[in-house]
């Protein structure tokens, strides 16, 4: 590959290959379960392939097709198991991996944003890119101060490839909808489309950056890199060794996986706390466990800014819901906007349909899974359970919003690291309003 893919033809004829695909592999599993062939195999087969072109298309063309994939993955730990095994590996791969942008296009960003004596910024600059995400690449490098540097550098044509994505990937939503039960694609897609504009200039996420690294200073959990330099295409920063979250996934021991879960739980009520502002792509590429067991952070194109910290209405409505008061439940949430005035729910109902949202913090520890992730899905989204009819009543207000896709975001990856954390020891440090009841006077769910 030369360069980005930026016309809207290249790209969508490339996006047309999934749904395209699909049906002629479908085609073909029905021919070979004619031929005799266990259906069972056919479809286990049909996923595989499947999930390896997918996944590969939008990792070529990066854009808003990679970040899509992305947003996807942190739900594969909500994949039924039988269809989890090939998606799971491709779905992790994209979190921190993509084809890499040619060393004379590398050079030419450098030259437009740096000036043509870009090289007099380093002592060295490692040509080779280190990572690769949706919309940039990054390289490893020292600064003529002598620190070792990340530089991130922004795809050419970045920009035409995400309004192109933008309006093609509805044709994979709408393929991909039938492969994962539970999961609604349409308002990942949304989000994008409403950060996209912000993302793609780097003079912002390195204000962003700087604001948590000014929060984070020397902070003994955290480690947030310093930025050096930035412009619109190109991000210098501290250069942060560490673990990837997703080697953590995919083969940490227990132990390990404890100690991350923690710390990202941690970061996520941190950021508010202490910074006043939400990292808003919790996918794990942009998480690493450091030499000296602190969680580096990375990417902060997109965050929510939130000066006062988490609302508080979010403690006070955990703290009643773990005291059982479903009246009191009921009331926050129609006065916070969830519950629309004139909508008839039933307080004890909405109490058991939000249980699995209170649940964790019934002990001093919980352990996130993928099988509890699954169940947790099948309790809201099941249309012959009685709770389904429930979720129509209830309203996400603009202000919540993405707070709503963080955190479950967030949770998707503490299902798949698998973790034991002690959230309500994280709650009670980070979240305005909450007062928890001691266990012994926490209501139990029946």
Do not use: C
């Not at 947003?71 to 890499?100: C, V």
């Not at 990572?131 to 690449?137: H, K, L, R, V």
């Not at 990054?138 to 540097?149: C, L, M, N, S």
């Not at 993928?370 to 429930?390: C, E, G, K, M, T």
């Amino acid at each position: 590959m030369t360069e980005l893919p930026r016309k809207a033809v290249v790209r969508s004829a490339k996006l047309a290959t999934v749904p395209l695909g699909f049906a002629g592999r479908t085609a073909l599993g029905l021919g070979k379960r004619l031929g005799g062939r266990p259906a069972e195999i056919v479809a286990a087969e049909l996923q595989a392939r499947t999930a390896e072109q997918l996944f590969q298309v939008l990792g070529e063309l990066k854009g808003g097709a990679m970040k899509f994939g992305q947003a996807l993955s942190i739900f594969e730990a909500a994949f039924p198991e039988e269809m989890a095994g090939p998606y799971r590996a491709m779905l992790t791969k994209l979190q921190d991996s993509a084809p890499p942008m040619p060393t004379s296009s590398v050079h030419g960003v450098l030259r437009a944003d740096l000036g043509t004596q870009w090289r007099r910024n380093f002592r060295s600059f490692d040509d080779h890119p280190a990572a690769s995400a949706s919309i940039g690449q990054v390289h490893r490098g020292v600064w003529k101060d002598g620190r070792d540097v990340a530089v991130k550098i922004q795809y050419p044509g970045a920009g035409a490839a995400l309004m192109s994505d933008l309006r093609q990937l509805s044709r994979v939503v709408k393929v991909a909808a039938g492969w994962i039960p539970g999961i609604e694609l349409a308002p990942i897609l949304d989000e994008l489309r409403e950060r996209m504009a912000e993302e793609l200039d780097y003079r912002l996420e390195a204000e962003n950056q700087a604001a948590f690294a000014a929060a984070f200073v020397d902070d003994p959990d955290f480690r947030v890199p310093q930025v050096v330099r930035g412009t619109q295409h190109v991000i210098v920063s501290e250069w942060v060794d560490g673990r990837p979250l997703s080697e953590i996934i995919r083969d940490g021991s227990q132990e390990e996986r404890d100690e991350a879960a923690q710390l990202y739980m941690e970061f996520l009520l941190a950021g508010p706390a202490e910074a006043g502002l939400l990292h808003a792509d919790p996918h794990p590429g942009n998480f690493r466990i450091t030499p000296d067991g602190r969680l580096g952070v990375v990417d902060f194109g997109a965050v929510n800014r939130l000066p006062g910290g988490m609302p508080s209405e979010l403690g006070h409505l955990l703290t009643a819901g773990l005291q059982g008061g479903a009246d009191a439940v009921l009331a926050g949430l129609r006065e916070a906007g969830f519950v629309k005035p004139g909508i008839d729910i039933d307080a004890e109902r909405l109490l058991e349909y939000l249980e699995p949202f209170i649940a964790p913090l019934r002990a001093d520890e919980f352990t996130f899974t993928r099988a509890w992730l699954r169940s947790v899905f099948a309790h809201i989204n099941d249309p012959r359970q009685p709770n389904y009819v429930l979720a129509y009543k209830l309203n996400l207000p603009p202000d919540y919003l993405l707070i709503h896709r963080v955190w479950g975001g967030g949770i998707g990856v503490l299902s798949q690291l698998g973790g034991t954390v002690r959230g309500r020891e994280a709650v009670d440090a980070f979240l305005p309003g909450a007062d928890l009841p001691p266990l012994g006077e926490v209501a139990v769910d029946d």
